[in-house]
């Protein structure tokens, strides 16, 4: 800096390289090529550098979200919700599995606005629960069923956000939850979903769209979609031939309801006497 005077630090430094390139036996144009050829060798190291972090950093975000959705599928909460579901179904049978949900539902509904309980102790609550459970109502029952079937639909829209994100793919959504389970669920979601909307008249068209992605994800058919359940409790044509066939078509581990036919018309009959009012044709 003394010696190049006011110039300032920039001419100071290229005096510096070039007194440097003279110690090195090296003209100022070659010095000042090699100068170039280093930045730019460093700028793509840092180029590189910073396109692995980014990808290392994009794979740990996917790892953890993809722990939370398996760790949430394991919850006792969504156990809960399969449960009551695979056991209503198994208790009630594919013909009456709708209907009979959206009777519950109604109940429920009346209860809150009228202000009131029924009295009648519920023969489906029963099979489930005892009284020291708290659930001895259809209305109570009624909830219980409606809040599983919005738990289970709750989860499977998280996993197509979290896919349309980015945040997990869809190797990850085949690895888990997996075909399998993707199916069980849009077989006991499906039905309550239809019967709901023609019991109500309203679209739920982001109830069906919820349901519609994770086919789409898992490659599950459409042709079950509009008879799945129905308005009138009719069975799917795919989505119940495992229940019909006594076969298990979902987990083999979870799913109650692969039962024989005959077992599950006989139990479904016999409990819908007992819970009182539940005959055919019951629209809810």
Partial sequence: LKRSGSKGLPHACLEAAARIGRRFGLGSAEMGSRIEILAMFVSICSLVSS?????????????????????????????????????????????KYASEYARLKKTARDSYFQGQEATRRNMLSSLFFSKEQGVHTDAEFGQLVDSSRRRLLHYLAKLLMFNRMGYITRDMLNEFPGRNRAAHAVRLLQPLVDHTAVMYKIGLEEHRQVLDGIRAIYGLPLEDRDAGGGGNGERSSNGQQGLEDGTCSADAGKNKACIAPGAVDQKSEGAMDLAGGAGEGTPG
């Fill in 51 to 95: 396109a692995l972090y980014t990808y290392v950093y994009i794979r740990g975000q996917q790892a953890t979200f993809f722990n939370e959705i398996h760790s949430q599928y394991a919850s006792p909460e969504i156990m809960q919700a399969f449960d009551t579901l695979e056991g209503f179904l198994h208790v009630t049978g594919p013909d």
